[in-house]
């Protein structure tokens, strides 16, 4: 099968050269552990680009043959260029889909896409997350049950200020109470937006398989459609 | 200040006629316990109106007299007349409000406005339930802090098979881990209709004063605006 | 190529039976047409159901082999047997596509899935209609460009009694001045309905080759998704 | 009656200065034909605000006792500061309700608010809009039939590049055959933003009474709830 949806994976990748108990978790980073995961189904082609590299990893020749773009950001998003997020943002409008995972919702680009402030609560106390899958026929649920349940996660809690999302599919509730939209989509120009909340730098949410599962579909729906 | 809004309060009135416990709970009917705390408010007027009374109380006049509909059903959902039904749905095409609440879901009138089945998952346990206020801005969460916080309830879990809602105010956790949009609005012909999932007959649900709140803000919302 | 989506195309059938303008345009029937249509992709298969078949040509096993069933009934809305909405409804919500074209909005399958009257405007004048892809990265708007322009319709204008659609595809304009939201999208229970504007028995819109196409992709936006 | 929700109507007003035909229109500008239309109704104070004024008539004193602002800006979106633009956007997801008018969808800060280009197709022809009524029942069309006709303005045509509406109250249709969401509802942090089409700088369409009927419902519908 000819790998025909070109992802690339774009990481901080800071976490993981500065913290031992992060490279434990992601030898070769949270991007090469996402990169990993999709290449298990044979038409999903997965490339890596991280922040230190030049232009970020995304000149516009790369960005140009990106079918879906993975961000993951936490601790750098100011050292992002605004020039990288002005093609990034470019790219989605004309129809490059983008997944944002965890703490990405502060990263520029979502933020420039979503238009508020992306805010929400959240604590690190390793509790139990559950994600109840509401729209089970949404193409980002296949193969999902009625909930993924993870055992340690860092929590984040509503109120998550966003636009309203065009259709929910993962709703959250965390072991002390809160409640999250914790997969959401939004169509922005040409472009399909996932945002997608598990991920953390040192809880292995990205070896989770159900998780991975989501990642793949999220590829396949966020894809252009032309 | 002049009544000017009306208000019809109905309920089956069933299990407090038959359980000691919930007459307890509210010795005049819930149906009397929501009117009184819509009463507080000056140009709110409540009237009741109960399935044992001819026409289930809502005949013509009744219902051409009124602004908006409160609906509490649990039991005896089947014996609504169909007559009926259909009257109530009409009103609410041309404009009445209609305010369902708690296990009014599984309601003929409910069901038939969302085309759907409105099936959930429930678990009587008595657990903690949070209501996160997720449109703070919305009218129906006026004066509502982050979240609401009843101690002990009726759990209400996703998957609710409901349309997607205009919008989500209120989302749910509960003490078990389940999620649930507890507070959904949707537009309906010329007419809105507010689910709010609060209310048990044994649970002193209808008791709490921000409940009461949330109950006279929908009324104002859903009111017909013309 | 395995033709692995399974498309039921049901019809009146009326119209062709007993008026030779329309049998002219449509001699083996809307519904042969429609299905022709779909055939040219070679994974689809379509079978037919019409009114006058038992059951209306829609017995459980034909609905339980159904990916979507697509539905155009006019004049005979009533003769539809309420066992078969029924039946119908329920594949629908455990996940069978349903699309739903012009005045079909009047069917009664449609209403008990939308809760609503779909009332709307209409006037018969032979008259210019342009549809506008207004969200071009649907799936359902695959190939198609910035609008089909239909040289002669039916007139159905605004307001169109539906609830709020989950996405609008396409807007129409009309030459005496009305508007309308001619391609809609409802996610209801497990199933995806759309409801598509055009179609009228005497003008030859089934024979359009952009109208089959958005036809084809809305068969493979609303098969079930698992 | 107390004049208790105030308003500020911030206008370019660099058109009216230069283009006699304009001035003949607006000769105190169009901020102040829009203030004159609020005040009519006796609990709506309105001020206004210009580019060339100092912080373009907007310091933060300015903003923080404004309930609703009103937007219309053209030819000069590009001299708009940054920072004033950035007070503002704080200012709407405060809670502040935003009206932005016919050619501010290119303004910086329409633009920030919806993350996307919010293009549109134009032509300059003097040509008949009609604008429908799609959601009666909506405050903002309070008091307004069927639909509004402005018998010559500038069309503006899908597809208009914004994020799906929270709500589209009015939809046009132009003589050329375009069509248009001319009327939008966006929730965006606390706040509520309203985008209106109708307006321009020598049609007198600000002296509409429909026009200015649903200025005044909006901002009703705009101001913060709390």
Redesign the interface.
Same mark, same amino acid.
């Given at each position: 099968m000819a790998r025909s949806i070109h992802v690339t994976v774009w990481n901080e990748f800071r976490h993981e050269t500065t913290n031992p108990d992060v490279r434990k978790v992601y030898p070769r980073g949270i991007h090469q552990a996402i990169a990993d995961a999709l290449m298990v189904e044979g038409d999903l082609e997965a490339g890596t680009a991280t922040l230190d590299q030049p232009q970020h990893g995304l000149p516009p020749e790369v960005l140009e043959a990106t079918d879906v773009l993975i961000w993951w950001g936490h601790k750098a998003h100011d050292e992002v260029s605004d020039d990288v997020v002005d093609r990034v943002r470019e790219r989605v409008?004309d129809?490059m889909g983008l997944i944002v995972l965890h703490s990405g919702h502060f990263s520029k680009i979502f933020i420039?896409?979503?238009?508020? #402030?992306c805010s929400l609560k959240w604590r690190e106390a390793g509790e139990?997350e $559950?994600l109840?899958?509401?729209? +089970?026929?949404? +193409?980002i649920?296949?193969?999902i049950g009625?909930r993924i349940e993870l055992p340690r996660t860092e929590m984040y809690?509503? #109120?998550?200020?966003i +636009?309203?999302p065009?259709?929910i599919v993962f709703?959250?509730?965390?072991?002390g109470? $809160?409640?999250f939209?914790s997969g959401c989509t939004?169509?922005? *120009?040409? *472009?399909?937006v996932f945002y997608f909340r598990p991920g953390h730098e040192t809880y292995p949410i990205y070896h989770d398989k159900q998780i991975q599962q989501v990642l793949r579909n999220a590829v396949r729906w966020a894809k +252009?459609?032309?």
């Open positions: 409008l129809g420039s896409l979503m238009g508020t #402030r139990r $559950e109840w899958n509401i729209t +089970p026929s949404h +193409p649920a296949r193969g009625e809690g509503e #109120r998550f200020d +636009p309203t065009d259709q709703l959250s509730s965390f072991a109470g $809160e409640v939209r939004f169509w922005r *120009g040409a *472009g399909k +252009p459609s032309v």
